[in-house]
């Protein structure tokens, strides 16, 4: 064919496409034969090959909705779309950029994965959600599913702690799906639903609960507003030992380069002193620099404000 000949068998061939992608058997039955489809994926050619049996009506790099599209169409089979694609689908921002796009599809079926088409087999098929005409695995499903293939802590408590913050689900959501689900890599996701169950909103707070916990103090409780005999507010600390009325603030550089955050710093630490709390202040990066030298600081506060009678200050219920 000349240009123009394929100039217009493109434009008819992109109709019976999803964005461009379309199985080489549909394009048999519209009439191009199996070595022409591929032959244009060579080379010099104007399409390009994505999985086996699926190619695009394009040479340009697929975009993350091509390439849905062609593993939902290389997995067939109910497959839907779990993991951290899904997890974009549905705005979450942490978590690394899919690699691949992780499909679910009934145990029943046999399908290998290839390429960037991770495929996986499961007796716990969920239910489908539909999202721009994607079908993908519920938003608890989804999430859990993309941080059980990873190792790094750091990023498992970025992924859930976001997923719980943006209200996409809840620790109870979460708990139930690890109860019932595949029990595969899912240690470090009950790690950090522990750490969110006592109010860790943060990677940074996570670092710090650990830091306490080497520190051998009692179990904090962490963002609990803090009031004084008369109920009224005093603050909200990072982390607060209340068996001795210690205060620990996980204070960033950052957050002081404005004058208006530093003058409620200085208000805040006014209030802890007026109620003769004993406050710890750490900057992030120390919790992970330093670690040996903040425990030391927290026994040390910890050993004066036990010493001293225990102001009347407690959480409020």
């Not at 217009?8 to 461009?20: A, I, M, N, P, T």
């Not at 090959?49 to 695009?56: K, Q």
């Not at 062609?70 to 089979?77: D, G, I, K, V």
């Not at 996570?206 to 609990?224: F, K, M, Q, V, Y």
Request: net charge positive; glycine share 6%.
């Amino acid at each position: 064919m000349d240009r123009g000949e394929w100039d217009r068998v493109d434009g008819e061939l992109w109709q019976h496409s999803k964005f461009g992608v379309v199985r080489v058997s549909e394009l048999e039955a519209l009439g191009v034969g199996r070595k022409t489809a591929y032959r244009q994926c060579q080379p010099g050619g104007r399409w390009r090959y994505l999985l086996p049996g699926i190619v695009m009506l394009d040479r340009a790099p697929p975009t993350p909705r091509q390439r849905i599209e062609a593993a939902l169409m290389f997995a067939r089979h109910e497959a839907v779309v779990t993991g951290f694609q899904a997890a974009r689908c549905y705005h979450l921002r942490t978590g690394p950029d899919p690699e691949f796009v992780h499909l679910l599809i009934p145990n029943r079926y046999r399908v290998l994965s290839s390429g960037f088409a991770v495929v996986e087999r499961t007796v716990f098929f969920p239910r489908t959600v539909l999202r721009d005409g994607i079908p993908l695995a519920p938003p608890t499903r989804a999430v859990l599913d993309g941080v059980r293939r990873v190792r790094d802590l750091d990023v498992v408590r970025a992924v859930l702690i976001e997923s719980v913050q943006s209200g996409l689900t809840d620790v109870a959501e979460l708990r139930r799906e690890l109860d019932t689900g595949t029990k595969r890599g899912t240690a470090l996701a009950r790690r950090v639903l522990n750490e969110i169950d006592l109010g860790v909103r943060s990677v940074a707070e996570a670092d710090a609960l650990e830091i306490w916990r080497l520190a051998g103090l009692p179990t904090p409780h962490c963002n609990s507003v803090v009031v004084d005999a008369a109920g009224g507010y005093v603050a909200m600390p990072d982390a607060w030992c209340d068996e001795v009325a210690l205060a620990w603030e996980i204070d960033s550089n950052e957050f002081h380069y404005s004058k208006q955050s530093y003058a409620k710093t200085l208000a805040r630490n006014s209030r802890y002193a007026a109620n003769g709390i004993g406050v710890v202040q750490t900057l992030p990066s120390r919790l992970r620099t330093e670690p040996e030298a903040v425990i030391a600081e927290l026994r040390a506060a910890y050993a004066v404000a036990l010493a001293r009678p225990r102001p009347p200050v407690h959480i409020k219920a």
